[in-house]
């Protein structure tokens, strides 16, 4: 009886302190894990610099792939007085696996060539990422394109080699909508003088930079293969795209810009791109507003001059 009233007595003066999970101080070493829809990616072993080198070294000893551009974030950053992380993302290519998406939906040519983003974010944790093939098939309705199980392969090879690591996927959900995110446009003009203006238009203007430009349809029939008209053209502006990976460096995986004209079955021509808004769901970013609605207006009048009086 005494030791039931001495243990009542304490704990009714002395309760102890019982805290939630959320309230624990998190672990200073623990790398913050990144949960964008349709990213997978891995935490790497190895250094910036050696993971970058790893990768681009295996990209190049792989003679069907094609390095399109790679684009150092930071160095662009650096060129106009701005602070970032390193960040770099490699662009690569091989037509026998991505033509057969194209072939399918032309769209999907938006978001190749594939590419491989590098970073070290503040905590100097390295992280290879990727978009993942559940994500494209779903944004581009190709689900059934033979070549995504050897894409997927691919992809985590390169990162798992790059890294030294495993490839992990942080999201609830990797599919979206089809088409989600994505501005259309349908153009007066040919493909040809369509394409002809988009390109006058960005090469024209002193704050964008051409990165790349790819011809998707080229590359097909140099595999023996055919596609409808089918071009993209990667630009960036660094004034504008560093604010949006200071706050949200997986943005990255989504920039510099990029612009597809296509032409489809009915000989009808589209200008297709990313709608930034998307970007902002996507990756999370927040008190951009003004940024983004700069970009926005921009990829707008870009688009338009492509139309021919649309």
Request: include cysteine.
């Given at each position: ?37 349709g ?69 999907a ?13 503040d ?23 033979p070549?995504?199980?050897m ?22 959900k ?11 446009k ?28 790819v ?51 009915q ?18 970013i ?25």
């Open positions: 009886m005494k030791v039931f009233v001495i243990l009542y007595f304490f704990l009714t003066f002395f309760p102890f302190s019982c805290k939630n999970d959320d309230d624990l101080p998190t672990d200073p070493k623990k790398p913050k894990m990144p949960n964008i829809v990213m997978n990616f891995l935490v790497s072993n190895n250094s910036f610099d050696i993971s970058y080198a790893n990768l681009k070294a295996s990209l190049e000893a792989n003679e069907k792939i094609g390095i399109v551009a790679e684009v150092n974030h930071q160095a662009n950053a650096a060129s106009v007085d701005l602070d970032l992380n390193p960040t770099k993302i490699i662009f690569f290519g091989n037509p026998n696996l991505g033509t057969p998406l194209m072939q399918k939906n032309q769209l040519g938006l978001d190749l060539p594939q590419k491989i983003l590098v970073y070290e974010d905590q100097n944790d390295v992280f290879l990422s990727y978009n993942n093939t559940l994500y494209l098939s779903s944004r581009h309705d190709v689900l059934e394109a070549t995504l199980s894409i997927s392969g691919a992809l985590k090879n390169l990162t798992t080699n790059a890294g030294d690591n495993e490839v992990v996927s942080m999201s609830e990797s599919t979206v909508n089809d088409a989600e995110g994505i501005v259309t349908l153009s007066k003009q040919s493909f040809v003088d369509t394409y002809a203006a988009l390109q006058g238009a960005i090469s024209g203007n002193p704050n964008l930079r051409i990165i790349a430009e011809n998707h349809q080229a590359n097909a029939v140099s595999i023996g293969k055919e596609l409808n008209p089918t071009r993209l053209i990667i630009f960036g502006n660094p004034n504008l795209g560093t604010p949006l990976m200071q706050n949200a460096q997986t943005t990255a995986l989504d920039l510099p810009q990029k612009m597809l004209v296509w032409e489809d079955d000989n009808k021509v589209h200008v297709s791109y990313n709608d930034p808004k998307y970007l902002v769901e996507r990756h999370k927040t008190g951009t507003e003004t940024v983004i609605n700069t970009i926005t207006n921009a990829l707008n009048n870009l688009s338009n001059a492509a139309l021919g009086g649309n």
